[in-house]
């Protein structure tokens, strides 16, 4: 059974940092894509980055130069270094790994950037 965790969430200033880190465990490759999404409330979920096999990384436009995804590929597990962040990153952040069985999330954790 594939089980997703993810920690590191919690109420940040504007202009603070983050990190969360997503722990993927059971029948996974180290190459299954790995992904951070979030939904803000009254909005649909987006995808936020991803990291491929090959340590190829792909971003939203509006967290570009700010968010950062990288994995140990060692462990499955994937983090999301956020920097500067901004009110319009509050939302819950979601891990989703991709393997040949399907997609499977984590439970989500709550990011909140107020002053």
């Known amino acids: 059974q594939v089980r997703v965790v993810e920690s590191g969430g919690g109420l940040v200033q504007p202009g603070g940092s983050l990190r969360l880190s997503c722990a993927a465990s059971g029948p996974i490759s180290s190459l299954s894509p790995m992904a951070w999404y979030r939904q803000a409330p009254g909005k649909e979920r987006e995808l936020v980055a991803r990291i491929i096999s090959g340590g190829n990384t792909n971003y939203v436009d509006s967290v570009k130069g700010r968010f950062t995804i990288s994995r140990d590929g060692t462990k499955n597990t994937v983090y999301l270094q956020m920097n500067n962040l901004k009110p319009e990153d509050t939302a819950v952040y979601y891990c989703?790994?991709?393997?040949?069985?399907?997609?499977?999330w984590g439970q989500g954790t709550q990011v909140t950037v107020s002053s």
């Open positions: 989703k790994i991709s393997t040949t069985l399907g997609g499977y």
